[in-house]
Nanobody, 122 residues
Framework: VELVESGGGLVQAGASLKLSCAASARTFSVYNGAWFREIQGKEREFVAG????????YYSDSVKGRFTISKDNAKSTLYLQMNNLKSEDTAIYYC????????????????WGQGTQVTVSS
């Protein structure tokens, strides 16, 4: 499936942003979804993952309690609500889709969006 992210931007620390990831195909409903991020100079890291039926949700320790992943299968869209943003959240955020269940492993994802920049100023 083709994925297109939106919603990034420049905000101050403590603010909120909501990222969206629109999928091109209705078959997205049977895909597991995830958000990863790339901080400059570092490897792409797992942020949050959600199963195809929204039955299972996973977060990295660094965002747990601040970020919320959700999936609207009727709209073929994946979301990431980010609250209480910190300067260390500054990164390019990517959404991804997969039919496998190794949520935290970026190598298992077959489809990726182009990325959206999130910059948090302190």
């Amino acid at each position: 499936v083709e994925l297109v992210e939106s919603g990034g931007g420049l905000v101050q620390a403590g603010a909120s942003l909501k990222l969206s990831c629109a999928a091109s195909a209705r078959t997205f409903s049977v895909y597991n979804g995830a958000w990863f991020r790339e901080i400059q100079g570092k490897e792409r890291e797992f942020v949050a993952g959600i199963s195809w039926n929204v039955g299972n949700i996973y977060y990295s320790d660094s965002v747990k309690g601040r970020f919320t992943i959700s999936k609207d299968n009727a709209k073929s869209t994946l979301y990431l609500q980010m609250n209480n943003l910190k300067s260390e959240d500054t990164a390019i955020y990517y959404c991804a889709a997969s039919r496998t269940y190794d949520y935290r492993n970026a190598r298992t994802y077959t489809d990726w969006g182009q990325g959206t920049q999130v910059t948090v100023s302190s």
